[in-house]
């Protein structure tokens, strides 16, 4: 898989002389790279925020996404319509996995999800 930005004024995100570039090039699959998610989303975000200011540090960036799994950024145990029973339950728990300081899994736990809610009780559209 690739992930790059593009740019009406500068085509794809390279520096000048093309010594940088904000494109990730990645192997999808759980016996590969696992999968590009929203942490490699961010870094390459920084990656490319970082390289607009160093080389068009007078222009304005605005960085558009389109991308299926940022919209299913959200806490562990948030209220999620993908995990829930399709009938009547009890409890019904949602799979968390655990991680140590350096990101490998070292177990699961098992957690009730949070009741959902909405900013000041309204709905923004």
């Not at 940022?70 to 949602?94: D, Q, W």
């Not at 990101?103 to 736990?109: A, R, S, Y």
């Amino acid at each position: 898989m690739i992930a790059h930005f593009v740019s009406a004024d500068h085509g794809w995100l390279d520096s000048p002389d093309g010594s940088e570039t904000a494109m990730q090039v990645f192997r999808a699959g759980k016996v590969r790279e696992g999968y590009f998610d929203n942490n490699d989303i961010l870094v390459q975000f920084w990656k490319a925020v970082e390289m607009v200011h160093k080389y068009w540090p007078d222009e304005d960036h605005v960085f558009i996404y389109d991308n299926a799994s940022t919209h299913l950024k959200r806490a562990p145990i948030a209220c999620s319509a993908s995990r829930m029973p399709k009938g009547p339950s009890e409890n019904f728990f949602v799979e968390v996995k655990l991680k140590d300081g350096e990101g490998k899994e070292v177990g699961t736990e098992y957690h009730q999800m949070n009741d959902g809610w909405w900013i000041d009780n309204v709905v923004n559209w």
